[in-house]
């Protein structure tokens, strides 16, 4: 298998633009996570998925920022309109077991290097 | 407030030493603990995973502690490397059905020859 796939690698927009963001999981693994990382933050966890439904999007930051998974093997982050405060790394993860991806984890891509200037 | 803290200054440590990285957790329940290792411009990968009934886990040069009452794992690798220069992040996972991770912010581990 490839992995977890993102695209783009790299993302340079300017302020108020939309920005999508893309991934293809892993086959098999019914869940997918997005996460941020920055610097100041961390890993951030944004939105998750099972089976295609989102399941908690507590970690969204506000309403310019959506995830849809429209099948199995993609989802996107939406940001609309990007501001400067949104430039960090995302990521797309999946997993196969419901606790932590059990023994064999989370598989991460290896994600989208959003600048918004 | 709840915190997860993993020591933010970078570790330097001599080749052949072990290395020994802490995380700490604050006001959190955690049901397994999970490391990762993520390397410059790539996301992370899993390393090992342990549970709350767990005190200790082994895998090849790679040994992680959990206890629950100090709310603390130890991340330890032996016989350091060059190739094990990487920042190294722990995660809580929690039961009731939710399968979500809380990531520390990682440390930065250097061996040198």
């Known amino acids: 298998d490839a992995g977890v796939i993102q695209s783009p690698r790299h993302e340079v927009t300017e302020m108020g633009q939309e920005v999508t963001l893309r991934c293809k999981p892993i086959?098999?693994?019914?869940?997918l996570f997005w996460y941020r990382q920055t610097m100041m933050r961390g890993l951030e966890l944004l939105i998750y998925?099972?089976?295609?439904?989102?399941?908690?999007d507590s970690g969204m930051p506000e309403d310019r920022f959506s995830a849809k998974m429209p099948n199995a093997s993609f989802s996107t982050l939406k940001i609309q309109p990007s501001e400067p405060r949104d430039s960090a790394v995302y990521f797309c993860?999946?997993?196969?077991?419901?606790?932590?991806?059990?023994?064999?984890?989370?598989?991460f891509g290896s994600g989208t290097r959003l600048t918004v200037v | 407030s709840q915190k997860i803290e993993q020591n933010s200054e970078a570790l330097n440590i001599q080749e052949g030493k072990t290395a020994t990285l802490t995380c700490n957790y604050t006001n959190y329940s955690p049901a397994y603990l999970q490391w990762y290792r993520q390397d410059p411009g790539r996301g992370p990968v899993f390393l090992l995973l342990i549970r709350e009934n767990e005190k200790e886990k082994r895998k090849e040069r790679l040994k992680v502690t959990f206890d629950t009452t100090l709310k603390q794992s130890l991340f330890h690798i032996t016989a350091s490397q060059p190739a094990d220069s990487a920042t190294y992040l722990c995660?809580?996972?929690?039961?009731?059905?939710?399968?979500?991770?809380?990531f520390g912010a990682g440390t930065r581990l250097a061996v040198h020859p």
């Open positions: 998925f099972n089976n295609n439904v989102p399941i908690d």
């Open positions: 993860a999946s997993s196969i077991h419901r606790d932590g991806g059990g023994r064999d984890g989370y598989t």
């Open positions: 995660a809580l996972g929690f039961s009731g059905g939710y399968n979500k991770l809380i």
């Open positions: 086959s098999g693994h019914d869940y």
